[in-house]
Every structure is written in structure tokens, then in C-alpha cells.
């Protein structure tokens, strides 16, 4: 098991504030298996250490109808979500490139993306370039649907009550912002990927990449608020136990 720190090198920005961030060094990862499988698999948990990252309650009041979902009960934000245990949801974990020949077709399925509670859900997802996405309404009330694309074209659609839209992207980009303009704490990000080499960690933390030949990669761990860390990794076998610590400044 190898666990790597990231130590935040300046202030922590809430919000509109910049988080910066010291880059991990490169780190090679190899072990020797003989007669193991062609595919392999890299795997581990991400945490956090240090001050709390602060939540903030969220403007259910602003829209009765949202409120009323929740029976008057506060909803904190869901842009910082750590366990008890520094268990960290939300991060995103890919390959910078993928594998020579190993990028494979894009799924059939759609990748679907809720509008539940007023919120979306998940947070974070990852697609193939045209791969279609679902924008599943499960809400009784109106929302819209607006991506903050640069690569592709940015768009602005109204998401109608109980409705389903489907967009997809055709070229790829690391992250697109989405975002309700009539509910602005509403947002989830779009990571659309040439290959199918990613996981997002859920609230243990974890992730796990699979079918992977052996081969040198760069492997990126995202977080909205933690700021970008990328790992070296060489693989020839299984590779377990590849944790990642963001470290606050204390």
C-alpha cells in the first residue's frame, strides 16, 4: 500500500476563491506477477487532513416546492463532502491518455444525470464523446439545464416539470459546469473523455480503474474544491492500495 500526501500550498477558497495546490511528485508503482491476466487494475481511497471544509446551508426557502421536499429541514451544500473518517466523495480519477488501441468503442447506454430533490445527482460523471446523456427531471417544479462548455457548444434549455432531455458533446473536455439558472446552488460537472479509464470515488473514498495493459500512466485526481493531483503509476500487476491524502494547512 502506498499513500500519497497533497499539501495545499496557499489559502483555502470557498466559492469564488482559488484553491493552490503543490503538484505530487511522480510516483512508479510496479510488481511482477507471473501468469497474471493481460488487464490489470489500479485502486485506493482518497482522504482528506486538516480544518473541516465548510458547508454552507443551501436556499431550499427560495422555491417552495423545493422546501417542501425536505419538510423544512436544512440542506447543507454537497461541493465539500468528507466522512467522519476523511473519506472524500466526488473526486474524479482518470488517465490522462489512455492506452495505445485500448480506448474502445463509447457505450451505448446513456449516462443519466437527475434533477432530484433540487439537486443533481450525481454530482459528478463521466462520458465518452457522443455519448448521450439523460437530463432526468424527478422534480415537481421547473428547472433549466445550462453548460458552461468552452470546447463544445455551451447551451441553455429549459427542463420541463417530470421531463427527460438528452444532449451529448462531440469533442472532449475536462470538466463542463452544469448548472440550474432557477436554483443556483444546483451544479454537477461533466467530464467528457476520449477513453473509459475513470471512477469517481463515492462517500468510502474509493475508486478502481479497470482493464488496464501494462504500461507507464499518468493518473489525475480531481476535486472541485481540492484543486488537481496527478500520480505516475507503472503497471504490471494489480495495483492496490494507491491512496491520495489532500492535506489542509493547519
Not at 466559492?15 to 497474471?36: D, R
Not at 451529448?168 to 436554483?183: G, L, M, N, T, W
Request: proline share 6%; glycine share 8%; net charge negative.
Amino acid at each position: 500500500m502506498l499513500h500519497l500526501r497533497a499539501r495545499r500550498s496557499g489559502p483555502f477558497i470557498s466559492g469564488p476563491v482559488i484553491a493552490a495546490w503543490a503538484l505530487t511528485g511522480a510516483i512508479l508503482l510496479s510488481a511482477s506477477a507471473p501468469g497474471a491476466a493481460a488487464e490489470f487494475s489500479i485502486s485506493g481511497t482518497v482522504t482528506y487532513e486538516g480544518e473541516p471544509l465548510k458547508r454552507y446551508p443551501l436556499r431550499m426557502d427560495a422555491d417552495p416546492n423545493c422546501a417542501a421536499m425536505y419538510d423544512g429541514k436544512r440542506v447543507l451544500s454537497r461541493d465539500s463532502l468528507v466522512g467522519d473518517d476523511g473519506a472524500v466523495e466526488n473526486v474524479f480519477v482518470y488517465l490522462r491518455e489512455a492506452p495505445e488501441g485500448a480506448s474502445g468503442d463509447k457505450p451505448e447506454e446513456a449516462v443519466r444525470l437527475e434533477q432530484r430533490g433540487c439537486l443533481y445527482t450525481p454530482r459528478i460523471i463521466g462520458v465518452r464523446v457522443e455519448q448521450n446523456i439523460e437530463i432526468v427531471n424527478d422534480d415537481p417544479t421547473l428547472h433549466n439545464v445550462r453548460a458552461l462548455a468552452k470546447a463544445n457548444r455551451p447551451f441553455n434549455i429549459g427542463q420541463p416539470v417530470r421531463g427527460t432531455r438528452t444532449k451529448f458533446f462531440r469533442a472532449p473536455e475536462k470538466p463542463i459546469q452544469v448548472k440550474c439558472d432557477v436554483h443556483p446552488w444546483m451544479s454537477a460537472y461533466v467530464f467528457v473523455m476520449e477513453h473509459s479509464f475513470h471512477s469517481t470515488t463515492g462517500s468510502d473514498g474509493e475508486y478502481r480503474i479497470d482493464a488496464l495493459p501494462a504500461g507507464s500512466y499518468e493518473l489525475v485526481f480531481w476535486h472541485e474544491k481540492l484543486g488537481e493531483q496527478t500520480v505516475e503509476v507503472e503497471v504490471t500487476a494489480d495495483v492496490e492500495g494507491l491512496n491520495l491524502t489532500f492535506e489542509g494547512v493547519e
